[in-house]
């Protein structure tokens, strides 16, 4: 027993990155790196019509630390974008963008494992906080807030339980605040070497101006490696909320090649957007490739289509990354990158409008 309270006491003080007692083997490391990156955006405003481009020179330094012990691993990060816009100088500004991150995982007994997590971005571009529905929101400052935990339990050697609840707020200047908590309860079970099962449920609740909404979802799951060098996981089941009966689908596919990985996804659920009041219901399919050209130089290529439902209307956003890194040194890499994405149909004005969107990204990374 005593053990065990040491170990929870010292995974609480891990979360300050604080150092392990006299006679653990630990280590502590700081990562810095700059980047110095050149983008061009032909529509900075997201608009359907008269799109404006400009050329944007941005410097972002980044601060990452880790720490490693026996008893707990954890890690953070501070970055920030300062930007300079060519043609729209009233836009440059010294904190465009924020980033603050931090991950604590640990043994709590020999049993129960440990997991917090928590982040803080602050942005000017809403739309890249819209990851799964990749929706556009023009140009405001955008905040998000978000913490997370899980606690395993192994019950036996093949059989494990989780608790993992979550908290999302997002604020948009000008709109009203959403919040997104989250209970899950989880058992995962392994059948074989080579295959895995799990089920569970997860309680959601959605708040905004005006009102609430809560769903129950639950969900089988199965995870099987196909071979030595591709892996399936499926995930589905019903979800009962204030809306509806739905149902929620995970289907994920990934192949190792040689020199290279190819990934297919297929997703249905429910999610957020920054200014978008309640939950919307979004189906989406997604592919990665990535493949090691030559020994420095990695390509990626990454296709996707989402289809997003919300009150009063229906958007379907087309979207397709380039992306090549060429590693230089052990210490500097260039990038470069062109995301392109096409909006058809959205919330208020954008409803029956088309809006496309071409960045192009080089860059310049040095840091450990």
């Known amino acids: 027993m005593i053990r065990a309270r040491r170990r929870l006491a010292l995974w609480g003080l891990g979360a300050a990155l604080l150092p392990a007692p006299a006679g653990a083997q630990s280590a502590f490391d700081l990562d810095p790196s700059l980047t110095l990156m050149q983008v061009y955006d032909d529509n900075l405003f997201a608009q359907p019509q008269a799109e404006q481009s400009d050329f944007i020179l941005r410097l972002s330094p980044r601060l990452g630390a880790r720490y490693r012990s026996r008893a707990l691993t954890a890690r953070a990060h501070y970055t920030i974008d300062a930007e300079r816009y060519l043609e729209h100088p009233e836009l440059s500004a010294a904190l465009a963008r924020q980033e603050a991150a931090f991950e604590v995982r640990g043994p709590a007994t020999r049993r129960v494992d440990l997991a917090l997590a928590g982040s803080w971005t602050r942005t000017r571009t809403p739309a890249e906080l819209n990851v799964i529905s990749g929706l556009e929101a023009g140009r405001a400052q955008a905040r998000r807030l978000q913490a997370a935990g899980e606690m395993t339990v192994r019950l036996g050697t093949r059989t494990s339980a989780t608790f993992a609840p979550a908290l999302t707020r997002d604020e948009l200047d000008g709109r009203a605040a959403t919040d997104e908590a989250a209970m899950g309860l989880g058992l995962q079970r392994r059948l074989a070497a080579a ?5 569970d449920y997860k309680w959601r609740r959605f708040s905004f101006d005006g009102g609430a909404e809560h769903s129950h979802v ?9 071979g030595t060098a591709s892996q399936l996981d499926v995930q589905a089941g019903p979800r009962l909320g204030s809306t509806g009966l739905g149902a929620e689908v995970s289907l994920g596919w990934r192949r190792r090649l040689r020199r290279g990985e190819l990934a297919l996804t297929y997703l249905r659920t429910q999610s957020t957007a920054l200014g978008q009041p309640g939950p919307l219901d979004v189906d989406g399919v997604a592919a990665t490739f990535s ?6 130089l990695r390509l990626a290529i990454g296709p996707s289509a989402f289809r997003t439902a919300g009150d009063g209307f229906d958007a379907l956003v087309y979207r397709l990354g380039l992306d090549l890194a060429l590693k230089l040194t052990r210490r500097l890499t260039l990038l470069g990158s062109h995301q392109f994405s096409l909006q058809r149909g959205g919330p208020g004005t ?12 080089f860059s310049i990374v040095t840091g450990s």
């Open 195 to 199: 295959s895995t099962s799990r089920l």
């Open 218 to 226: 639950l969900t089988a799951g199965w995870t099987r490696r196909l």
């Open 291 to 296: 493949r090691q050209v030559a020994r420095p």
């Open 350 to 361: 954008l409803a029956g409008e088309d809006v496309s969107h071409n960045a192009v990204l």
